[in-house]
């Protein structure tokens, strides 16, 4: 993207949920484009969130000013309206503005129980994983739209797994984790009707299948040997950094015809054949379609034309 640096100075983004994975992509990337990005989550260095995990905001917002930006941390439970309208007067009074929203809030993964059924699912886990999915994003964006909606041009992210058209007709882990990541696509389609008239985009995005840092841990392996994992998780092949949704979500920020998409479900993968980014490797990973047309048939790994 050397050609297109800096085409976010100036502009204020808050990225709710920037701790790791996805948020901390998106974060970076964005301050590689120059803008002063607000980063939030609960992990800092004084205190450990229940992920009880090494990454803090405020090491994401280091990264953010590494990389050519401003990163601001500041310590946000999504869940606590207070906090988040605290967090949005503190944007309006040092920036007077917000030019990006990107909704990254999740924190589910130690809660959601893989192919459990409704009645075999802890039930006070799989409540807790829909106010950590939905109740978060809905009170941020309550909080945040006004803002937002101070300039014309404003763009929300809302960050979920899987397309529209992909979860439509397939079971997505559980009936927790299906209804929390259908209802954010959902949330995109909303906002698109409440933000369009008044001058503002809303788009759903989905990463494909991403190599944080607790997917790296979960297969044993470090970002520089990934490739390790591919003897007992052969369709990993198809896998992408946190950068590559980072770069997306650039490049829909600095699109001045961003309204184009408003309302609609976006992956990584076809933002990257339509704004012509690459992950950090040089290539343009296609994992949802990758995995109708190869994963999901149970056809051997083979990512030729998808990357």
Request: proline share 4%; net charge negative; with cysteine.
């Amino acid at each position: 993207m050397a050609d297109t640096r800096r085409t976010l100075e100036g502009r204020i983004v808050l990225v709710a949920g920037a701790t790791r994975g996805a948020g901390r992509g998106i974060a970076v990337q964005l301050g590689a484009q120059g803008a002063t990005v607000y980063v939030t989550g609960r992990s800092t260095r004084g205190r450990r969130s229940e992920y009880d995990r090494p990454e803090t905001i405020e090491e994401t917002a280091e990264l953010v000013t590494a990389a050519g930006g401003c990163g601001i941390a500041v310590p946000t439970d999504h869940l606590v309206p207070e906090q988040v309208a605290a967090l949005i007067a503190r944007i309006d009074a040092e920036q007077g503005r917000l030019d990006v929203l990107v909704n990254d809030i999740w924190g589910g993964e130690l809660l959601f129980e893989w192919e459990s059924t409704v009645w075999e699912h802890d039930l006070d886990r799989g409540l807790r994983l829909l106010r950590l999915a939905v109740d978060t994003h809905a009170i941020t964006s309550h909080f945040a739209m006004p803002l937002l909606l101070r300039e014309p041009g404003g763009l929300v992210v809302e960050m979920t797994d899987g397309t529209a058209e992909y979860n439509a007709s397939r079971y997505r882990v559980s009936f927790f984790y299906d209804l929390a990541k259908s209802a954010v696509l959902r949330m995109a389609f909303a906002l698109g009707h409440e933000l369009g008239p008044r001058g503002a985009t809303a788009v759903a995005l989905t990463p494909g299948w991403l190599r944080s840092e607790m997917m790296l841990d979960a297969f044993g392996v470090t970002e520089s040997h990934w490739r390790d994992a591919l003897e007992k998780v052969p369709h990993f092949a198809i896998s992408e950094t946190p950068a590559y949704v980072g770069r997306a979500v650039a490049a829909l920020a600095a699109d001045p015809e961003v309204s184009r998409w408003n309302g609609q479900s976006l992956s990584s993968g076809q933002l990257a054949r339509v704004y012509g980014f690459t992950d950090l490797d040089g290539s343009r990973p296609d994992a949802w379609r990758y995995m109708v047309e190869v994963q999901d048939p149970d056809r051997p790994a083979d990512t030729t034309g998808y990357r």
